[in-house]
């Protein structure tokens, strides 16, 4: 059995290095399944920034403001995270300028890894940026941003899926 043992202090993290992480996503709309993984990353990290990412070509349900005003409301009482949007760069380099240790991923099934695997590779050979992926609650792998606005512009109740408020918004936007 190998030795276990270390020096007092050895293996210890510094107490003056904060361990950031970057939770990226379209948040459009932030869904509870979203939220589960900032909490959870929140017990993981000492800082979590919640990176809007922004694709120009794709417009969105809500703009990037919208988005930016319902993440904050939602995590309003979740201590060490924060909200930034992040257009025109690679994540990597808003990761490097911020100084996160890794991205934080959450995985629904075996698609969204395969999906997310090839991302976190290049992540890695660009920049040597690590990604955590964290199962997500088996009570919400059915829930994406995709789904949740594809019900709600049909009329469909989507309560439970998304923040209250959040929904109340979709139906606004129904009309």
Known sequence: MPDMTMAAGEGEPDPGVIRRCVCPGSYDPVTNGHLDVVHRAAELFDEVIVAILTNPAKPGTFTPAERI???EACLDATPRVRIAEVSGALLVDFCRA??????VKGLRSGTDFAYELPMALMNRHLTGLETVFLPGDPRLEHVSSSLVKEVAALGG???GLVPDLVRDRLVQRRG
Do not use: F, N, R, Y
């Open 69 to 71: 005003e319902l993440l």
């Open 98 to 103: 911020v100084g996160a240790a890794a991205v």
């Open 157 to 159: 109740d989507v309560t």
